[in-house]
């Protein structure tokens, strides 16, 4: 089993910059993915960006050259820098592990874009 912690989100104007960090309770190296997916009120969830072992990195097109994930193995943390945020932002963010086929979420954090 994998446990996350997630840490960072709030509140942010638009154009502002947020750091989001999820640390597991597995080696890093023993997870396959990691990934940031999000859900906005009425929505549903949807896949915001994600990184594999080998590097390989994929991300939702509404945040490209914005959002970068990042995977700190030494720390078995993943983290997403959110920079120029929109108000279309505004979700609950939620990390993801998949360790042996199975997907593990952290207890997802509120990221809200407003004036």
């Known amino acids: 089993q994998v446990h996350l912690v997630q840490s960072g989100g709030g509140l942010v104007q638009p154009g502002g910059s947020l750091r989001l960090s999820c640390t597991t309770s597995?080696?890093?190296?023993?997870?396959?993915?990691m990934g940031w997916y999000r859900q906005a009120p009425g929505k549903q969830r949807e896949l915001v960006a994600a990184m594999n072992t080998d590097g390989t990195t994929t991300y939702l097109d509404s945040v490209k050259g914005r959002f970068t994930i990042s995977r700190d193995n030494n720390k078995d943390t993943v983290h997403l820098e959110m920079t120029s945020l929109k108000p279309e932002d505004t979700a609950v963010y939620y990390c993801?592990?998949?360790?042996?086929?199975?997907?593990?979420w952290g207890q997802g954090t509120q990221v809200t874009v407003s004036s």
């Open positions: 993801k592990a998949e360790w042996w086929g199975i997907d593990y």
């Open positions: 597995k080696n890093m190296f023993s997870i396959r993915t």
